[in-house]
């Protein structure tokens, strides 16, 4: 069997232009061929297709770049621990993907067919080898209790949970978290904390409109209920050896692993200037300024800079995340931490390459519908 990527790349492509019936297909085939995984996921699956095709696309475009890949591929073999997924599974998950690009793609023959079968032998292979190497030393999800619950507006809630094993994590990272409410309805949220001795964590939580993890865990969690997390993955964390000046830019609730980045700063006692912009589209919405402006106080190196989108009447710098970064200050030697809506993140990124910042130093994590 050969890897080559190139055919696997083309034969995607095609897929990718259907995504919606490629997927829609790929469950179909799963469910029909194995009715009883039905049960492993949620009832409703519209972000479930989202997720396995932004899965599939991030992995098939870099088959590429074996070394962050790989990373990925273990990443999410860990994070798959917590489903109960097992080798049986991801038989069955290769059997419907390859049936899936074999009707999709517009070109098919052997090669193209031992491509596949290889790229998938290889990713699945790394998978499940960093879930059993997990196995050794992480359990596949921890309970947490819901010790302290702050509403700061009517759709945000500050929410502290006590994990009832500890979690090892890297600030920046996020875990995936599923409420008594919506069984096997797992939604990420950022840990908006870097580690502490009594091994509490937070999150910040905005409920969305349909959003039925956040929803939840807004207007109907209180003090005293128990989740589940998942273990923490990502990858927007601080560079080992970095000593740069640092620029964060956090759009909403994208604050939160912001947050658990400067935290670590101010652990390390590192005095390196950190400036960090704080935009939402409201004051009202700048919901953990209290508590920035304390951090603030203490630290003369961080510089908070809260900055409102959508309002005319305020007194304070107003305008969209991306204009104002490019605004204030040159970034070329900065590094960078950048989060929140996609949109924002992505016009944000941009901007800072064209005014110098190389895309090495700009740090984002694609937590796509984090809400
Ligand atoms: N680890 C991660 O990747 C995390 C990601 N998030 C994401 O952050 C977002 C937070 O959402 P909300 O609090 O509702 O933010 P929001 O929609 O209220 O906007 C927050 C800020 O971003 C700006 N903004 C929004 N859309 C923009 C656009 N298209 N172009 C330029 N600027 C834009 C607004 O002007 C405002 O300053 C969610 O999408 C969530 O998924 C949140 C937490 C962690």
């Not at 290889?118 to 990713?123: I, Q």
């Not at 935290?263 to 920035?292: K, N, P």
Request: net charge neutral; hydrophobic share 40%; glycine share 8%.
């Amino acid at each position: 069997m050969t890897l080559n990527p190139r055919l696997v790349k083309e034969s995607f492509a095609a897929v990718e232009r259907v995504a919606d019936k490629a997927t829609a297909y790929f469950y179909g085939r799963l469910f029909a061929k194995n009715p009883h995984l039905r049960g492993m996921f949620p009832p409703s699956m519209d972000t479930q297709r989202d997720r396995l095709f932004g899965s599939l696309t991030r992995i098939v475009w870099s088959l590429d770049s074996p070394d962050g890949l790989a990373g990925y591929l273990e990443q999410l073999g860990r994070d798959h621990r917590k489903y109960g997924v097992s080798a049986e599974h991801y038989a069955a998950i290769g059997d419907a993907l390859l049936a899936t690009v074999r009707k999709f793609a517009e070109e098919w023959d052997e090669e193209i067919e031992a491509a596949w079968t290889a790229a998938y032998a290889a990713a699945s292979g790394l998978m499940s080898r960093a879930a059993e190497e997990d196995a050794g030393q992480s359990p596949p999800w921890w309970l947490a209790e819901v010790i302290d619950h702050e509403l700061r507006t009517p759709d945000i809630a500050v929410i502290t949970l006590r994990p009832d094993q500890p979690m090892a994590y890297r600030p920046g990272q996020y875990v995936s978290v599923q409420t008594a409410r919506w069984p096997r309805v797992w939604r990420p949220f950022s840990i908006a904390n870097a580690p502490r001795e009594d091994g509490t964590l937070r999150l910040h939580v905005r409920a969305v409109p349909g959003g039925w993890v956040s929803g939840s865990l807004v207007r109907h969690t209180r003090i005293g209920d128990t989740l589940l997390l998942g273990p923490p993955v990502g990858t927007m964390t601080l560079p080992q050896d970095a000593s740069r000046d640092v620029l964060c830019v956090a759009g909403g609730t994208g604050l939160a692993p912001i947050k658990a980045l400067v935290e670590q700063i101010v652990a390390a006692g590192r005095r390196r200037e950190v400036h960090l912009l704080f935009g939402a589209r409201r004051a009202e919405e700048l919901y953990d300024l209290a508590d920035l402006a304390r951090l603030e106080a203490r630290h003369p190196w961080l510089r908070v800079l809260p900055v409102v989108s959508d309002d005319p009447e305020y007194d304070g710098v107003r305008g969209k995340l991306p204009e104002v970064v490019e605004r204030f200050h040159s970034w070329a030697s900065h590094e960078v931490f950048v989060c929140g809506p996609p949109a924002m993140v992505d016009a944000t990124t941009q901007r800072l390459q064209r005014a110098g910042v190389p895309l090495t130093r700009i740090h984002r994590d694609a937590v796509r519908g984090a809400p």
